[in-house]
T-cell receptor, first 113, second 111 residues
Framework: EAGVTQFPSHSVIEKGQTVTLRCDPI?????LYWYRRVMGKEIKFLLH????????ESGMPNNRFLAERTGGTYSTLKVQPAELEDSGVYFC???????????FGQGTRLTVV | QKEVEQDPGPLSVPEGAIVSLNCTYS??????FMWYRQYSRKGPELLMY????GNKEDGRFTAQVDKSSKYISLFIRDSQPSDSATYLC???????????FGRGTSLIVHP
C-alpha cells in the first residue's frame, strides 16, 4: 500500500509568486490534514478535510492560503502571493477514521526568497 | 504559554544508554498522548500512544503519562544509533482528535 505522497519535495520561489503544494493521501482515507513547521518551531495544524469538506480550518494563517480537495481524493494547498514568513516544511497526513493512526507524508520544504 | 512544551535538545547519549524524553502540556482536556518519531527529511511516524494516565510498554519503549502533573515521558532502553531522530510528543483530546505537537527533542545515539 502506497503511503502519503507529497509534491514537490522542495520548492524555492520568490516573494510574491504563487506556489501549489499537492498531497496524495492513502487510498480510502477520508481524513486529510495539512500541517506546517516553521524553522525552530513546533508543527502547527493548518486544516482538516473530511472527504471534500473542510472540517476545521482554524489553523490557516490568512487568506493567502487556499486548500482544496476536489472529489475527496488528493488535496492542494496554494499560497498566493507567497511571503518570506511562509517558508517552512508543509506536511500532509491522512487517516481512515478520527481515532485511527495518522500517516504523514515526507513534507514539502518551501523556501520563499 | 504554549500548549505543549518540549526541550528541543539535542540530547546526545552513548549506545546502550537509557533515554528519557519529556513533555509538559497545559490543556487538561487532552486524553490521548502520542509519541511520533521523525527522521531527517522524513515525515513524523507514530511510535506509540497511551490513553489517560499510566504506562504503556512496547519493546524497548515505554510511554508514561501523569495527568495530575500534565507530564508525559518516553523512555528508551538499550538505545541504538538507529534511534537517532527527533521525538515529538503530540497529545490530543477534548473533542478533537487533531494532535497538538511539541517542538520535538533531537536525540543522538552515538556508537
Amino acid at each position: 500500500e502506497a503511503g502519503v505522497t507529497q509534491f514537490p519535495s522542495h520548492s524555492v520561489i520568490e516573494k510574491g509568486q504563487t506556489v501549489t503544494l499537492r498531497c496524495d493521501p492513502i487510498s480510502g482515507h477520508d481524513n486529510l490534514y495539512w500541517y506546517r513547521r516553521v524553522m525552530g518551531k513546533e508543527i502547527k495544524f493548518l486544516l482538516h478535510f473530511v472527504k471534500e469538506s473542510k472540517q476545521d480550518e482554524s489553523g490557516m494563517p490568512n487568506n493567502r492560503f487556499l486548500a482544496e480537495r476536489t472529489g475527496g481524493t488528493y488535496s492542494t494547498l496554494k499560497v498566493q502571493p507567497a511571503e518570506l514568513e511562509d517558508s517552512g516544511v508543509y506536511f500532509c497526513a491522512s487517516r481512515r477514521g478520527m481515532n485511527t493512526e495518522a500517516f504523514f507524508g515526507q513534507g514539502t520544504r518551501l523556501t520563499v526568497v | 504559554q504554549k500548549e505543549v512544551e518540549q526541550d528541543p535538545g539535542p540530547l546526545s547519549v552513548p549506545e546502550g544508554a537509557i533515554v528519557s524524553l519529556n513533555c509538559t502540556y497545559s490543556n487538561s482536556a487532552f486524553q490521548y498522548f502520542m509519541w511520533y518519531r521523525q527522521y531527517s527529511r522524513k515525515g513524523p511516524e507514530l511510535l506509540m500512544y497511551t490513553y489517560s494516565s499510566g504506562n504503556k510498554e512496547d519493546g524497548r519503549f515505554t510511554a508514561q503519562v501523569d495527568k495530575s502533573s500534565k507530564y508525559i515521558s518516553l523512555f528508551i532502553r538499550d538505545s541504538q544509533p538507529s534511534d537517532s531522530a527527533t521525538y515529538l510528543c503530540a497529545p490530543t483530546g477534548g473533542g478533537s482528535y487533531i494532535p497538538t505537537f511539541g517542538r520535538g527533542t533531537s536525540l543522538i545515539v552515538h556508537p
